[in-house]
Structure formats: C-alpha cells, structure tokens
C-alpha cells in the first residue's frame, strides 16, 4: 500500500483565495478556495480573516401549520424500563472520572484504556445531557493531547513503554471522534492526526496491522480496524474528504470478510460479534442486510437468564453486558425492547455503591463499558415503529413514535420532520402519522422524530431512508498504489441480482469499462491510468460514471470528477472549496451544496455529510459561488468576493 498521507491535507500556495459567508448562522464554516502555485512553499499554518460578504439566507420552512403543544402537569406513564437508570448512569460516569483521574496523577502517561475509554463516555455522556465535570473533563483531554504519549506529541498517541500503535492510536482516535460528533471541534486537529497515523496502518486487506493483544481489553485486528473505521468516518463527517471514505470501504471489505466466515462457526467471544456489529454501523450498513440482522440475533441468543452476558460463556459480567447493551442501542433498540430491559436491569442490580462494577485491573475498561451501556439512556426515550435505517420506502407508510420521561416528568410533544422540514406534530407521548413517501425524490432522506418533555429537554431519533432505485452510496475515490480506487456501498437486498459497471470519461469519451458483478456491502474498483487499448493516459482530470444495473437495465447512475494523480500532486495544481452548512442553528446535513463559476454556471455539486460538511477537490483558480438548495428551505448563493493571499501559507480551517 503506497504510504503517501491521505486525508484532510492541508492548502497550501499563493495566488486567489476566494471567501464566502452566509450569515445568521446558515454557514458555520465560510468555504475557503485557494489557488496554490505549481511549486509551493513549506507549508505553514496562517490564519484566515474571512471578509463580510452579502448573502442571501435560506428561508426556514413554516411551522405554523403544526399543533401547539402546552404540558397539562401529568407524568407520561413508563412502559417498560426503571427510574433508577440515569442515576445509575451518572454514578458510573462519576466513578469513572474519579479513577481516571487518580491514575493520571499518579501514572503521568497515556493509557487507551485510561483517559481514552474516559473520553468517550464522558462525551456520549454529554451528549445525553449527564453532568460531567468540565476539570475533570480538561484533565482527561490533556491526558490524551498534553502529556507524556499523548496524540499532540511527535508521533502520536503510544504506550509509555515499547512501541505498540495499534491499541493506542484506535482506542484514542475513537474517543477523539465520538468528542468531536457529540462535544465540539476544539480536538478536531488530533482526530485528523490520529485518522492519518491510522491509515498508515492500513494494511493489504483493510485491517489495521496489529501489533498488541491483550484479551480482554485488546482483542486484536477487529477491534483496532473497527475503531479506526469509527475514527475515520468521523473524519469524513467533519471534513467531507472522502479519502476518508475510501479507507472506511477498505476496512468495512475486511470486516465483512471475517464475519462471513462466522455463518457456521460464530466466534466463541462476544467481542468479536460486538465489534463487527460497531464497524457495520460505522459504515453505515442498515438493518436489513443479512450479515447484519445475523449478528444481532446471535447477540440476542446469548443473553443469559439473569439478562447480562458473559464474554466468553459462564456468568454474566459487566464488561461484556454493557458493550451488548451499547452495541444493540447503536443499532436503534431502546428500553421499550425487552432484551435491552432486561439487560440494564442486570447492570442496576450489579453495580456498586461508588458507581463502579469491580475492583479488578480492567476496572476503567469495565466501567467504560457499563457506563455506555447505561449513559446511552437520554432524558426521553423515543422508540419507533414503521421506518428502519437504511430502508427503501415506497407509497404510504405509518409511522408510529412513543417517548417516555426517563426522570418521570411528562412528554409534551413529538414532531416528525423529513430533510429538515417539519410535517407532523402531535401532543402528548404519541405520534402516528400517515407518511406519503411517493412524492419524495430518488435518494437519500432523513427523517428526525423529536420528542420534548415539559422542561425544554428533546431526544432526537435520526433514520435515513432511501426512495426510488438508488442502491448505491457512499461513493468516494483516492490514489493509491499507483492508481484511482473507487469506493462504494451497495445497498441492494440480496434477492435483487445486480450488477456494477464503471466508465472512465476523458474529454466527453468513454476510454475505459469495468463491471463487477453487485453484492450487498462495500464494493471497489481500481484504475490503473490505461484505456482499453493499455495506453497509458495523461495525469489529469476525468470523470467516473458508474452504473447500477438489473435485469439489462441501468436503474441508476453516479458521477464523479476525480484527477489521476498524487495527492501531493493533486495539492500543488489544485484548490479546494470546504465549509459547514448550519440551518436554523441546526447541522444540514444531506443538503445540496453547488459549486458556480463567475457566470453562475453549475460547475459541480456535493451534498453535506451528517456533520453538515462539504468540500469541492481540484477545482481550478479563479473566481466562484456557492449555492445552498434545500427542498421547502429555497436556495441561498453566496456573493462573491476575491482576496489577493499572495505569498500567504495557509493550514486546513476548522470552526472551534
């Protein structure tokens, strides 16, 4: 595998840069064009003063056709479920915070499963709304960037002793990530550090070279690439590189590859189904696809009678209850689901007085996971019924939400909104709703279910389903090895045969064909530069146009520009176009996002990432727009503005 960094590179050049800005919040991160010289200098980091630009906002859809809901002071009733969750959640987290401190001062070092496993359930406990004390919270993050090992020293995140990578930089780049989804941006630049540092890693198959295995914190290969698909895919929402995207297909292909070979031999450790199931759903994989649903029914089979798991067999442990727990939570199943009830329960009734589980050398690791198998329970718990993630919609549907008060105060309302857009809003812990999906366009769609108590707080449940025949997605490109990979998802049931055809476009002719034959899951495909005839073509730009094909007939078509060349090279003659698109102080995610010349011609498009983020790669100096368009929110196109940035080295952007 060529070892040339990938990944969020940074700019770097004089020449035009051209700034952008939507105000009100539209656009939290302006985008940014620059135009470097052929041979440009080192690349130093430089700040940016973007300049005040006028805009034209997009207008928020209505709401004044949904029902106003008021609390009328009665406790919504709990189906299922117990009180004591969130109590016993922030106690675990406390104990966690408390240990992880401790050692910190006494150890002086890093340890992935020390501050890193802490990071990351603080961080999802943030993002459920428990208390999590900010010191505690800055000791942790120096713990994992400042001290000793940590990811901001000269390479990266490492034990204290020898020089095992693999456990230390996925378990860290995984905490970074779930910081930067649920927290802020404030260690976006150790997760794109650690994200690089792991891709390096990436071996022949996709998998991480492992290189430290200590059962049961460290199980080896799986874990590690799994983590480091979770850790790039975070990457890609937050900066829309689809490098990043590439090397999540390439592990997703090995992770695949393993859990295919457990269909008459399931792995005798529950970890291993665990993790795979982590990596499936980082990659975006819905319930519906076999290997999937397999995974889940194997966790579910090997519940125990007392409703916690074991690792390995025998007696239910907290470590292997809570990592069930969080993993069938990840895949959308709530308290209202028996199996998940029954498991909490077990961790209520096991967990001891100072919030922990044991007292064993793996206290932190054991922790860390029955807090995550408890801190995924939000003030409300919403569960619904109708629409699965990942699924194909057609005709009418009936939704059905419920929510419930985790602190026994009362649900006022749930609202249902598809791309941004409300449609339906009921009173109460209830919603159904008759959802007319036919006049939706082929493609993606979110759909948010939003439930409000009567303090103010709101659960969110996200799903994205798919309308018409659109099977393919996640499509990005890279260089590597000396030529262009295309990456994809192939979403289409099983019992559809199909097929993947890939055209290499060169100045509006066709000059080289590929087809594979479609299976569900990740596919590629690999250029070397040479047409049909085996020439070799020049490094420049071209277009990839692949096709989804059933029963002879092409039921959809992607494009996408690339240039045949270097990453290195690609930064030297090219620029980039990148920024965050917020609507209504809200991520926009899955929104159209165009890219104009002068003339307000369409040059190219993209569309958001869950992070609300876009990037236009290889695009030409000179002058642009860029123009929002969003279904029931109109259009917004940006002015135009150029600034002269000669002699200026400029480092990647982020919003913090």
């Known amino acids: 595998m060529n070892k040339?960094?990938?990944g969020m590179l940074v700019f770097a050049g004089a020449g035009l840069v051209i700034l952008a800005a939507l105000v009100n919040h539209a656009i939290e991160r302006p985008p940014t064009i620059i135009d470097p010289n052929i041979n440009p200098p080192p690349i130093e980091f430089a700040s940016l003063v973007p300049q005040s630009v006028p805009d034209v906002t997009p207008k928020a859809p209505r709401k004044d056709n949904l029902v106003e809901c008021t609390a009328s002071g009665t406790a919504t009733a709990r189906p299922t479920g117990d009180a004591r969750v969130r109590d016993s959640a922030q106690k675990g987290l406390d104990f966690l915070a408390r240990s992880t401190v401790r050692w910190q001062q006494t150890q002086q070092c890093y340890g992935c499963h020390v501050q890193a496993v802490t990071l990351k359930a603080m961080a999802v406990g943030r993002h459920h709304d428990?208390?999590?004390?900010?010191?505690?919270?800055?000791?942790?993050?120096?713990?994992?960037?400042?001290i000793a090992q940590g990811g901001s020293r000269t390479g990266g995140l490492r034990y204290s002793t020898g020089t095992f990578l693999s456990a230390a930089k996925s378990l860290g780049g995984s905490a970074f990530a779930r910081?930067?989804?649920?927290?802020?941006?404030?260690?976006?630049?150790?997760?794109?550090?650690?994200?690089?540092?792991?891709?390096?890693?990436?071996?022949?198959?996709?998998?991480?070279?492992n290189d430290y295995t200590h059962t049961p914190v460290a199980i080896g290969a799986l874990q590690d690439t799994v983590l480091a698909m979770v850790t790039w895919n975070q990457a890609y929402s937050r900066t829309a590189d689809d490098n990043w995207l590439t090397a999540v297909g390439r592990a997703e292909e090995y992770v695949r590859?393993?859990?295919?070979?457990?269909?008459?031999?399931?792995?005798?450790?529950?970890?291993?189904?665990?993790y795979a199931l982590m990596g499936f759903q980082a990659a975006n994989s819905g319930t519906g696809e076999r290997v999937v649903d397999s995974l889940i029914q194997a966790l579910i089979s090997r519940q125990n009678e007392d409703g916690g798991w074991a690792l390995q067999g025998g007696p239910s442990d907290a470590?292997?209850?809570?990592?069930?727990?969080?993993?069938?939570?990840?895949?959308?199943?709530?308290?209202t689901d028996a199996t998940v009830a029954r498991g909490t329960n077990w961790l209520l009734d096991n967990q001891n007085e100072d919030g922990g589980w044991s007292h064993s050398g793996r206290e932190r690791a054991e922790a860390m996971w029955g807090v995550l198998g408890l801190v995924s329970v939000d003030v409300l718990t919403l569960s619904v019924a109708g629409l699965e993630d990942g699924q194909h919609v057609s005709e009418v549907r009936e939704?059905?939400?419920?929510?419930?008060?985790?602190?026994?105060?009362?649900?006022?309302?749930?609202?249902?909104a598809v791309d941004d857009v409300p449609v339906q809003r009921q009173c109460k812990n209830k919603l159904?709703?008759?959802?007319?999906?036919?006049?939706?366009?082929?493609?993606?769609?979110?759909?948010?279910?939003?439930?409000?108590?009567?303090?103010?707080?709101?659960a969110r449940r996200r799903l994205t389903v798919y309308a018409g025949p659109v099977y393919l997605t996640r499509v990005g490109n890279t260089f590597d090895d000396g030529g262009t990979v295309i990456t994809l998802r192939n979403i289409a049931p099983e019992s559809l045969p199909n097929g993947v055809n890939l055209e290499i476009v060169h100045n509006e002719e066709v000059i080289f064909n590929a087809s594979r034959e479609g299976i569900q899951g990740p596919m590629r495909f690999f250029w070397d530069g040479k047409n049909n005839d085996g020439q070799a073509m020049a490094n420049d730009k071209y277009q990839a146009r692949l096709s989804f094909v059933?029963?002879?007939?092409?039921?959809?078509?992607?494009?996408?520009?690339?240039?045949?060349?270097?990453?290195?090279a690609q930064l030297a003659n090219y620029g980039q176009v990148e920024g965050q698109l917020r609507l209504d102080g809200e991520i926009g995610a899955n929104t159209m996002v165009e890219l104009l010349d002068g003339a307000g011609s369409v040059i190219t498009s993209t569309v958001t990432t869950d992070g609300g983020n876009y990037r236009f790669r290889n695009v030409q100096g000179g002058s642009y727009k860029v123009r929002v368009s969003k279904k029931g929110w109109g259009a917004a196109e940006m002015a135009m503005v150029v600034v002269s940035a000669s002699g200026m080295q400029v480092g990647a952007w982020h919003e913090h």
């Open 432 to 458: 159904v709703y008759q959802w007319n999906t036919s006049d939706l366009e082929p493609g993606p769609h979110i759909v948010d279910l939003i439930a409000e108590n009567s303090s103010g707080k709101r």
């Open 4 to 6: 040339e960094k990938r």
């Open 257 to 274: 590859q393993v859990a295919l070979g457990w269909e008459n031999t399931p792995p005798y450790d529950i970890q291993s189904i665990n």
């Open 179 to 209: 910081y930067d989804e649920w927290v802020n941006s404030a260690l976006t630049d150790d997760l794109i550090q650690t994200s690089q540092e792991l891709l390096e890693m990436q071996g022949e198959h996709g998998e991480i070279i």
């Open 319 to 335: 470590y292997a209850t809570g990592q069930t727990l969080y993993v069938l939570r990840l895949q959308g199943k709530t308290e």
């Open 130 to 146: 428990y208390r999590v004390d900010q010191t505690d919270l800055e000791t942790v993050k120096y713990g994992m960037t400042g």
């Open 550 to 568: 059933s029963d002879g007939k092409v039921l959809q078509t992607e494009e996408l520009e690339f240039v045949h060349d270097t990453l290195t």
């Open 399 to 416: 939704v059905l939400a419920e929510a419930f008060d985790n602190q026994g105060g009362e649900v006022v309302s749930i609202e249902m």
